[in-house]
Each structure stands twice: as structure tokens, then as C-alpha cells.
């Protein structure tokens, strides 16, 4: 059984950094695209960034762009993402998502397998 666990949210004020982990389970994790995504109330769930397990492919919401980096630990079957210069609009559950061969790597409806998500909050 596919499981994708997060972990890292918390609040934190604007400027500061948190780092967000999720640790894949339960399939050949090579091979696949591993996204963050995530989702404001009231809003539509937005990717954030995008990584490939085999290498040589990662991608940035304009948004975060410059102040995020997502990375993998292949040996530890983890996804990292490293949110600096948190602003408050970066409010948000964010979610690690994981599939082979998403047709569109920043849409959320092109990914099987989900976490649960954890919070982030962004005081002024």
C-alpha cells in the first residue's frame, strides 16, 4: 500500500523558514514525479514544486520561486521542501503527492497518491 507521510508544518512568522519532509512507502519509488502541492481555505489546491526521482527535472511555482527548494533523499525515500522567506499568503495545508506520469506536473488531478497533509501558518 502506497503511503506518503509529511511532516515539518508549524506557524512561524513572516521572513522565517520551515522545512517540510514526506517519506514514500510502499511502491518502487524510482522513477516517479514527486510534487508539493497546496491549498488555502476557500481556495483551489495549487502546485508548488515539482521534482523527478530519477533525476534532472524540477520545477517552481512562480510564487515561491527563489525562496523554496525542493530536494530528494533517494536513500531515504524522502522529499524535502525548504520554504525560506515565508510570507503570510504562503498560508496553507501543503501536501506531498506522488505518480508516475502526471500529464500536467503542476496539476493536482494528474496525481494518484496523496499525504495527508501538514499546516503551515504565516504570522505578520
Known amino acids: 500500500q502506497v503511503q506518503l507521510v509529511e511532516s515539518g508544518g508549524g506557524s512561524v512568522q513572516a521572513g522565517g523558514s520551515l522545512r517540510l519532509s514526506c517519506v514514500a512507502s510502499?511502491?518502487?519509488?524510482?522513477?516517479?514525479?514527486m510534487a508539493w502541492f497546496r491549498q488555502a481555505p476557500g481556495k483551489k489546491r495549487e502546485g508548488v514544486a515539482t521534482?523527478?526521482?530519477?533525476?534532472?527535472?524540477?520545477n517552481y511555482a512562480g510564487s515561491v520561486r527563489g525562496r523554496f527548494t525542493v530536494s530528494l533523499d533517494n536513500a531515504k525515500n524522502t522529499l524535502y521542501l525548504q520554504m525560506n522567506s515565508l510570507k503570510p499568503e504562503d498560508t496553507a495545508m501543503y501536501y506531498c503527492?506522488?505518480?508516475?506520469?502526471?500529464?500536467?506536473?503542476?496539476?493536482?488531478?494528474?496525481?494518484?497518491?496523496w499525504g495527508q497533509g501538514t499546516q503551515i501558518f504565516v504570522s505578520s
Open positions: 503527492a506522488a505518480d508516475e506520469r502526471p500529464a500536467v506536473k503542476d496539476r493536482p488531478a494528474d496525481y494518484k497518491y
Open positions: 510502499g511502491y518502487t519509488y524510482n522513477n516517479y514525479y
Open positions: 521534482i523527478y526521482t530519477g533525476g534532472g527535472y524540477t
